[in-house]
Each structure stands twice: as structure tokens, then as C-alpha cells.
């Protein structure tokens, strides 16, 4: 008898309970903290602005989990009730996974032509989830956060192109964050239940503050030469991203941490588009506090 060398390769599952489920603990690096800096220089502030990883790969690796989150809700449909009361964990992972992604993607400066279209689709994306009447704030946030709205057409179609026509970009700045599957369910219950230090969220949010403060102080204050302003603006502009950034984590953590709270510590100098996406970070968290703590365990 003959061995195939190239066996079928088993069907996909049709229910949740079909899943092969990964016992392999894995590392789960999202977006937001694979861009956060951690006790920053000077230097490493400006070299952070001027080599942002790819919104592009942040986008792909976005659908992806947005693609788990369908796939999840086509198993549930054959999958028993207690199955996937259990299964849950792995929804609301990917769930987690796409909004933080959604959020610094919204905050990130796209560099390139195609950077902007994965941007811009990455905002439909999201407001095409906003169902709910009540939502019509949010949908406004969102259209701001992802400059939807009074973008010229013939830009959008250069845009376009470039995306289509691939992108260029170094492999280095596709950027640290991990992808994730439905199998990965201890992975992802151990991810969705980690724990948020706030204080030092805050702290780390209010020493990029004050280095924004101290670089805004550096260029308004005194007669730089072209390169040290460049290196100032540059080293301000990360500062004052890695200050959203922080915030933003805090925003989307399992924390309930006041509004109020968070948009204080947000340093002056960001853009309005950069404010709405901290306010779309706020509202997104709050809403997947509520279904995270629905879970039964």
C-alpha cells in the first residue's frame, strides 16, 4: 500500500467545540505597548517620531484579529449555548486586540501615501461597529480621530494607489505586536485577565509630560541652531505621543479610571485628532470593561 506523501489536511471546525484549543503559553505584546517607551531619553523620544513602525502592518495585524472576532461569532451560531459562555474569553481577546490596535492607530502620524489609506480604512472599520443609535458621539469622534471627513478626493486616490502598489517599508518598522488565533485560549485568558497598575500608568504618562513641557520651554525659549530645533520638535512631538500613548493604555485597561483623570494628564501640544482618538480610547474601554466582566470563570 502506497503512503500519501501529502495527506488532506483536516477539515476546519464548525463549531467552538471543533477548535484544537494551543496549550503553548505564548507572549501578547498589543499595539499600544509595543509603542510605549519605557524611562526614554531625549534621543530615544525624537528617534521615536522619526522611525514610527507602519501603520500598514498595524492595520493587517488588526484585521486579523477582527477576522478571529468573525470567525468566533460563525462558530457560535452551531456551537452550544454553555460552550460558548466558556469560550467567551477568546471573543473579547480579540475584541481587545483590534480596539487597542484601532486606538494607536488613530494616534500614530502616518508617514507615507499608504500609511494614510490603511488609516483611513482602519476607521470605516471601526465606525461600520457603531450600530447603536446612542452611538452618534462616538461615530463623531471617530470620523475626527481618523480624518474622515473634508479630505480631498484626489488625495485619497494617490492614497489608494500607493497602498495597492505595496509597501516599501523596512521590515524594522513593521513593529513588535504579536498576532493571535482563537486556539491560543490560555494565552488569552491569562492576557485578558493581566493587571493594570495605574499609578505607575499615570506616572509614566506625567514624565512624558513634563519632558513635552521642558522641550516646548527648549524651543520657544532659546536660539537653537536648525538641527537642535529639529531635534526639540521632534523630541516634544514623541513625548507628547508616548504621553497619549500611556493614557490610552490606561483608557482601555481593565481600570475604571475617571474621564476626568485621564484627559488632565494629557499634555498640551497634541491635535485635535489625537484628543479624539484618547476620548474614543475612554468610551471603547468602558464598554469592554462591561463585557469582560460578563465573563463567567
Given at each position: 500500500?502506497?503512503?500519501?506523501?501529502?495527506?488532506?489536511?483536516?477539515?476546519?471546525?464548525?463549531?467552538?467545540?471543533?477548535?484544537?484549543?494551543?496549550p503553548t503559553?505564548?507572549?501578547?505584546?498589543?499595539?499600544?505597548?509595543?509603542?510605549?517607551?519605557?524611562?526614554?531619553s531625549?534621543t530615544?523620544?525624537?528617534?521615536?517620531v522619526?522611525?514610527?513602525?507602519?501603520i500598514?502592518?498595524?492595520?493587517?495585524?488588526?484585521?486579523g484579529?477582527?477576522?478571529?472576532?468573525a470567525?468566533?461569532?460563525?462558530?457560535?451560531?452551531?456551537s452550544?449555548r454553555?460552550?460558548?459562555q466558556l469560550?467567551?474569553?477568546?471573543?473579547?481577546?480579540?475584541?481587545?486586540?483590534?480596539?487597542?490596535?484601532?486606538?494607536?492607530?488613530?494616534?500614530?502620524?502616518?508617514r507615507?501615501?499608504?500609511?494614510?489609506?490603511?488609516?483611513r480604512?482602519?476607521?470605516?472599520?471601526?465606525?461600520?461597529?457603531?450600530?447603536?443609535?446612542?452611538?452618534?458621539?462616538?461615530?463623531?469622534?471617530?470620523?475626527?480621530?481618523?480624518?474622515?471627513?473634508?479630505?480631498?478626493?484626489?488625495?485619497i486616490?494617490?492614497?489608494?494607489?500607493?497602498?495597492?502598489?505595496?509597501?516599501?517599508?523596512?521590515?524594522?518598522?513593521?513593529?513588535?505586536?504579536t498576532s493571535?488565533?482563537?486556539?491560543?485560549?490560555l494565552?488569552?485568558?491569562?492576557w485578558l485577565?493581566?493587571?493594570?497598575?495605574?499609578?505607575?500608568?499615570?506616572?509614566?504618562?506625567?514624565r512624558h509630560?513634563?519632558?513635552?513641557?521642558?522641550?516646548a520651554?527648549?524651543?520657544?525659549?532659546?536660539?537653537l541652531?536648525?538641527r537642535?530645533?529639529?531635534?526639540?520638535?521632534?523630541?516634544?512631538?514623541?513625548?507628547?505621543l508616548?504621553?497619549?500613548?500611556?493614557?490610552?493604555a490606561?483608557?482601555?485597561?481593565?481600570?475604571?479610571?475617571d474621564?476626568?483623570?485621564?484627559m488632565?494628564?494629557?499634555?498640551?501640544?497634541?491635535?485635535?485628532?489625537?484628543?479624539?482618538?484618547?476620548?474614543?480610547a475612554?468610551?471603547?474601554?468602558?464598554?469592554?470593561?462591561?463585557?469582560?466582566?460578563?465573563?463567567?470563570?
Open positions: 500500500m502506497t503512503r500519501r506523501s501529502n495527506p488532506r489536511p483536516s477539515a476546519p471546525p464548525i463549531t467552538l467545540h471543533g477548535i484544537e484549543l494551543d503559553l505564548r507572549p501578547v505584546l498589543d499595539e499600544i505597548s509595543a509603542l510605549r517607551l519605557h524611562n526614554p531625549f530615544d523620544y525624537a528617534a521615536f522619526e522611525n514610527l513602525p507602519s500598514v502592518a498595524m492595520a493587517e495585524r488588526a484585521r484579529h477582527a477576522d478571529e472576532v470567525r468566533f461569532i460563525a462558530l457560535s451560531s452551531n452550544a454553555g460552550v460558548v469560550r467567551l474569553v477568546q471573543l473579547y481577546s480579540m475584541a481587545s486586540l483590534n480596539a487597542i490596535a484601532t486606538v494607536a492607530i488613530a494616534l500614530m502620524p502616518p507615507s501615501g499608504a500609511d494614510r489609506f490603511a488609516r480604512q482602519q476607521g470605516h472599520a471601526f465606525l461600520q461597529t457603531l450600530e447603536d443609535p446612542h452611538d452618534e458621539d462616538l461615530r463623531f469622534l471617530g470620523e475626527l480621530a481618523f480624518s474622515l471627513k473634508d479630505t480631498d478626493a484626489a488625495a486616490t494617490q492614497d489608494a494607489i500607493a497602498f495597492a502598489a505595496g509597501s516599501n517599508e523596512a521590515p524594522e518598522r513593521a513593529g513588535r505586536a493571535h488565533r482563537l486556539e491560543e485560549q494565552t488569552l485568558s491569562r485577565n493581566r493587571e493594570t497598575d495605574v499609578d505607575a500608568l499615570m506616572a509614566e504618562a506625567h509630560g513634563q519632558m513635552a513641557s521642558r522641550c520651554t527648549m524651543i520657544n525659549g532659546y536660539e541652531e536648525p537642535e530645533h529639529h531635534e526639540a520638535e521632534a523630541a516634544r512631538q514623541g513625548a507628547v508616548q504621553n497619549l500613548l500611556a493614557l490610552a490606561l483608557a482601555l485597561s481593565k481600570a475604571d479610571v474621564t476626568d483623570v485621564i488632565e494628564a494629557a499634555v498640551e501640544g497634541h491635535t485635535r485628532e489625537q484628543r479624539a482618538a484618547l476620548l474614543v475612554i468610551a471603547v474601554g468602558k464598554h469592554h470593561r462591561a463585557m469582560i466582566a460578563a465573563i463567567p470563570y
